[in-house]
Structures are given as structure tokens and as C-alpha cells.
């Protein structure tokens, strides 16, 4: 499982006051896990990062249904094993009543389809438990400000199995192309570092512009390929050769 570390945050934080999750207003999270201990850790982790707080934790499907209605938070960190049911079924829970709330995968399965059906129905990030690199807390404060968070062993696994994959026709072919078409150059490099599981703080340092025109260049991006989120934007994007 992902290691615990603790982040201490002091006056001299190198963390910019402009972006979301700060010790005054950190980001909430919900901790969906049936596995007690395991959950214990996880909120451990996470309060011990004064940027995230736990606002609530669930052990099954029932138990989360009950909190994502009764309790406001950003990010949820579900577990997908739960012992009444399937934990992709939260996602949409959550969008649905939540609608701006994130949710992040947590699981020990690593199938791809299983990966990109959690994109699809709208997560924003999936990490593997036993893996080392990154920590829940990063994880969160990634989703939250505008990015995504994936495990690197599995990102570069899912980027293999786009480079193999060759594009099939589609009826709305020549709609997809035009809609690549109408991206401008600034939109499509955007696009290429969010697929790489960068945050708008991150794109923005590496081209030189403001978090907010990121977020403005994806929000146009969004409305050219007519999708809701980041992972049907890269999806698209990927299927129609443009990586």
C-alpha cells in the first residue's frame, strides 16, 4: 500500500497561496475502505497533512451512499472492493450529488479496463496500494487543483496500450477529426501535459502562463471536443492519434 508520510507545513511553505488547500482552508476529503485498519491509515495520513482534512469515512456501499449525502467534502478516496457491492457505483453517486466533488481510485486491482471504466464514469485519479510513489495526501491536493493523479507505473501502462492501439473507424470520424482540428496549437500542448497527469498550477509553470488561463484553455478544449472531463478529453484525443 501507498506509505505513510507526514508533511509538515510551516510560515516558510513553498506551497502558493493561490492554489486550492491551505492550512486555513484545507481540502475534505471522504475515506470509503472496508478494510478498517487500512482506513485508519489512510485518514492518518491525510490529517497529518495540514492542507487535507477527513470529513467523513465509509465501509460499504451503504455506509457511503448515507455520507456523500449527509456531508459536503472535494475528494473522495474509494476503496473499489467493498463487501456489499461495487465501488465504481459511488462515482456516480457522487457526481450526482456532488457534482463537484472529485473522486480517487484506491484499489490492489491493476486491469486496465477496469482503470479507464473509472475515467469514464469520472474519476480523477486511480492509485495502486502497494505502490511507493506519491502519497494520499499529494494525490488529493492534485485532483483538487484542476489535475489528475495516477499511480506512474500504471499511467505509463495505459500510455503503452494507447501507442498500440490503433484508431478504429468511427461513424462520427470525420466530426472527431474536425474537432481535433479546431483545437489550437496552446490547447493541444495543454492537452498533451494533462494527459501526462499534470495540474494547472504545473502546466502553467511549464508554458509560462497563469493557472487560470490553463484552466481557460481547458475549459475550451472541453467545449470543441464536447466532453466533461479530463479523461474523455485524453481519451478522445488518444483514439484519434493525436499523442
Request: net charge neutral; hydrophobic share 40%.
Amino acid at each position: 500500500m501507498l506509505r505513510p508520510q507526514s508533511v509538515e507545513l510551516s510560515s516558510a511553505s513553498l506551497w502558493p497561496d493561490f492554489l486550492v488547500g491551505q492550512p486555513d482552508r484545507p481540502v475534505r476529503v471522504l475515506v470509503v475502505d472496508d478494510d478498517v485498519h487500512l482506513r485508519m491509515v489512510i485518514s492518518q495520513e491525510v490529517m497529518n497533512d495540514r492542507r487535507t482534512m477527513v470529513v467523513g469515512q465509509a465501509g460499504s456501499v451503504r455506509e457511503a451512499k448515507k455520507v456523500i449525502r449527509q456531508q459536503d467534502f472535494d475528494v473522495m478516496l474509494l476503496d473499489l472492493n467493498l463487501g456489499d457491492g461495487d465501488g465504481l457505483e459511488l462515482i456516480d453517486v457522487m457526481k450526482s450529488m456532488r457534482p463537484h466533488a472529485d473522486a480517487i481510485v484506491i484499489s490492489v486491482v491493476e486491469t486496465e479496463d477496469q482503470v479507464v471504466r473509472a475515467f469514464e464514469l469520472g474519476a480523477t485519479g486511480y492509485l495502486i496500494k502497494n505502490s511507493w510513489f506519491g502519497n494520499y495526501p499529494q494525490a488529493v491536493l492534485q485532483v483538487a487543483n484542476g489535475g489528475a493523479s495516477i499511480t506512474p507505473t500504471l499511467a505509463r501502462r495505459l500510455l503503452q496500450r494507447f501507442d498500440k492501439r490503433v484508431p478504429a473507424p468511427v461513424p462520427d470520424g470525420e466530426e472527431g477529426s474536425s474537432a481535433l482540428d479546431r483545437l489550437s496549437m496552446r490547447e493541444r500542448e495543454v492537452l498533451r501535459l494533462v494527459s501526462s497527469g499534470h495540474t494547472s498550477a504545473e502546466i502553467g509553470t511549464k508554458l509560462e502562463i497563469s493557472a487560470m488561463t490553463v484552466n481557460t484553455h481547458i475549459k475550451n478544449i472541453y467545449r470543441k471536443l464536447q466532453v466533461r472531463t479530463r479523461a474523455q478529453a485524453v481519451r478522445f484525443a488518444s483514439l484519434r492519434g493525436l499523442f
